[in-house]
């Protein structure tokens, strides 16, 4: 059972802080400033998750951005750290492998990495099939900056959007010119290396390359990785309005499946596998194209032309069976959108109209052998899946005064797909739309109140539709829903930066995992709705060089609201997420960091009757020291320890009913060290 309710309805609770905020903070906010952020005298920053050219001032959201100093100065490992610890996400890690981690946003369970859209340089990570997004293709240290947007975003970002975006940046080579050297090392034989170096010409012409080595033995046997990943880009700048840009990457990833463990495997061993030859080679490659253009007095062209390849090489061994899993993946993708600001019956209007057009085509190869005392067994399978999108969308914004505006935006798609085994070929199609009114009231430069409505879709992974063998189902149907929400953000003498969102998420036809009672399983479009209420919540202080802490607390019930399992809480959502991270500089030159985060209490993934034990809250400590010392300039020494008290417990555990519940362990105490040099 949930331990703690909305202390009202939704619908209430929207009408007061929408009616309320606005007044409390005109009282007690200071007088406008010109804009500035926590640490730096530079300008807003451009979300380009956005789409629409906005800051995430402007923007009626919870949106968080999170810079590649801040990043350097914590000394995280990997983007997996970033975004449970800075950006507070809920993360649940398989093993301690970043390649199978799985992002939650907003109460989805099992599955909840095809609700969040995760973006590079603007180009999705996601896959069109049911692989979680390869978190290993994103060295840290190429990191720019991350742009973290909760709530819906389907309108202007499209499928994978339900719950929110992340957009993590790394081709900007806009910066300061520099050449950084980084190298690293940890517990379980971990190490890495980064050499990247950004510059400009005297003609407008800016460049950006980097090189990433990052490998480990991993906690568990058979939880080694390995990556190898190139990062170029060149950004051509005429004025504000006109450039063109090239990005390209390759990414090369090897990694163990360790696989689950029972209770008493978990509680006997953490460490153990019981597939220790089971493990996916993953090579992936892309281009990036993008440019804008002033279009008339006010306007702005600008558009991306995005080409990318993923192939894929898993094998699984076991008692009596050994099977292989190739597959490739060609995505095409061009998204062109105009932007006009300009005024409207005496009124201040942001016009964003665009179209996203989209083609994926994947191809997949089964085959093994299974045996037992009547004999040998092969088989096999193969077969394609192409799915094309076209979608055209528009949002605008109108400013009723200087302070208040109005938002209204929709998306109309349609989703193409087509199934092919041998000779025959099944296909069929789906439309879908969405929309969303948000009011914005922004009383002083560094005070937001927004409410928000939204209806947001998703349509199935290739691996929903398509099951073994290559049988398509094509009767499973999109995912669709409501959110409404509203919030607040207010910033007191740019030190304190207080935020908080409440929401409500109403979902028909969610696509989940069912497991029958003879332990079959296939994706189903859920009978009965679903509903998701939260708030989020965030408090942060900074002072430069002296100290700084962030406070964040999340709260949601997700659950059914009719049906067999009326009231029963989805699995893999824990409703209380605490998270607590500072540093204090000892002297001008050494700095101690530290963290907490706390998980309540969970159901196992599948147990929608809410029946068998839960998977237990856990606790996690962090303590690292930082030294810059003064003698040399821009180079920063960091050691630490994650999970100082050596705590043993699991982010993700499942119920089956033929094998019973299964758990996959995180890593215990481990210990970091990371030098970085600029030059």
């Known amino acids: 059972m949930h331990t703690l309710t909305l202390p009202v309805r939704t619908s209430a609770v929207l009408a007061a802080c929408l009616l309320t905020a606005p007044v409390l903070l005109a009282q007690t906010a200071p007088e406008a400033a010109p804009p500035t952020t926590l640490t730096t005298n530079l300008p807003p920053i451009v979300v380009q998750a956005s789409r629409t050219g906005r800051t995430a001032a402007e923007m009626p959201a919870n949106v968080q951005v999170i810079t590649a100093e801040e990043i350097a100065q914590a000394g995280h490992r990997n983007i997996v750290d970033v975004l449970q610890k800075q950006a507070g996400v809920y ?63 389907t309108v202007l970002n499209g499928d994978f959007a339900e719950s929110g975006v992340i957009n993590i940046i790394t081709s900007d080579p806009t910066g300061a010119p520099a050449t950084t ?86 509680k006997a061993d953490p460490r153990q596998t019981t597939t220790p030859k089971d493990q996916t080679d993953q090579e992936s490659w892309g281009v990036n194209l993008g440019g804008s253009t002033a279009l008339g007095m006010d306007g702005k062209l600008v558009a991306n032309f995005t080409v990318s390849r993923r192939e894929t090489d898993s094998e699984w061994h076991g008692s009596g069976f050994n099977s292989y899993l190739s597959s490739d993946i060609d995505s095409y993708a061009f998204t062109p959108r105009y932007l006009l600001d300009t005024d409207l019956f005496g009124h201040e209007n942001r016009l964003t109209i665009g179209s996203d057009l989209r083609f994926d ?87 937001k109140v ?122 893999m959502v824990p409703s209380h997420m605490l998270g607590l991270n500072g540093e204090v500089y000892a002297t001008h030159e050494v700095a101690l960091l530290g963290g907490v985060r706390y998980v309540s209490s969970q159901y196992l993934d599948t147990d929608f009757a809410n029946k068998q034990e839960q998977l237990k809250a856990y606790g996690l400590l962090d303590l690292a020291v930082r030294y810059e010392p003064a003698f040399l300039k821009r180079l920063r020494l960091i050691v630490g320890v994650d999970n100082v008290l050596d705590k043993e417990y699991a982010s993700y555990a499942g119920y089956s009913s033929w094998s019973g519940a299964y758990y996959y362990p995180a890593n215990a105490r481990t210990w970091k060290a990371s030098a970085s040099y600029s030059f």
């Open 91 to 153: 993360v649940r890690e398989l093993s301690g492998n970043p390649a199978n981690a799985q992002i939650s946003m907003r109460g989805f369970g099992a599955n909840s990495f095809g609700r969040v859209l995760i973006l590079v340089n603007g180009e999705r990570l996601n896959n069109p099939d049911m692989s979680s997004p390869n978190l290993l293709r994103i060295p840290v240290e190429s990191i720019s900056r991350i742009e973290v947007i909760r709530g819906s975003q």
């Open 181 to 266: 050297v980084t190298a690293s090392a940890g517990s379980y034989d971990t190490y890495g290396t980064h050499l990247s170096k950004n510059g400009a010409f005297d003609d407008g012409l800016t460049y950006l390359a980097s090189a990433d080595w990052n490998k480990s033995g991993g906690y568990r046997a058979n939880g080694d990785y390995e990556t190898y990943e190139v990062n170029t880009a060149l950004t051509k700048r005429w004025d504000e309005s006109r450039s063109v840009s090239l990005s390209t990457f390759y990414n090369d990833s090897t990694y163990g499946m360790p696989g689950s463990l029972t209770w008493k495997q978990f």
């Open 361 to 447: 085509s994947s191809s997949i190869n089964s085959h093994g052998v299974s045996w037992s005392s009547w004999g040998v067994y092969p088989y096999g399978s193969e077969w394609s899946y192409d799915r094309f999108s076209s979608a055209g969308y528009a949002q605008d914004e109108f400013f009723i005064t200087e302070e208040l505006s109005l938002i209204l935006g929709v998306r109309g798609e349609r989703f193409f797909n087509r199934v092919t085994k041998k000779s025959e070929a099944d296909s069929y199609s789906d439309n879908e739309a969405a929309y969303e009114a948000s009011l914005l009231y922004r009383p002083l430069e560094d005070v």
């Open 450 to 571: 927004f409410a928000r409505a939204a209806r947001y879709y998703r349509a199935p992974f290739v691996d929903e539709v398509v099951g073994w063998g290559g049988v398509p189902n094509t009767s499973l149907k999109p995912e669709t829903g409501l959110t409404l929400e509203t919030g607040t953000e207010v910033t007191l003498d740019k030190e304190w930066t207080a935020a908080v969102t409440v929401y409500q998420m109403d979902s028909q036809d969610e696509i989940y995992y069912n497991i029958d009672a003879l332990g079959m399983g296939r994706n189903v479009n859920a009978p009965d709705a679903t509903r998701r209420q939260g708030a989020e919540t965030a408090l942060r202080w900074t002072r430069e060089e002296v100290a700084s802490a962030a406070l964040t607390y999340d709260y949601v019930h997700a659950y059914f609201t009719e049906g067999a399992y009326d009231n029963n809480t989805f699995p």
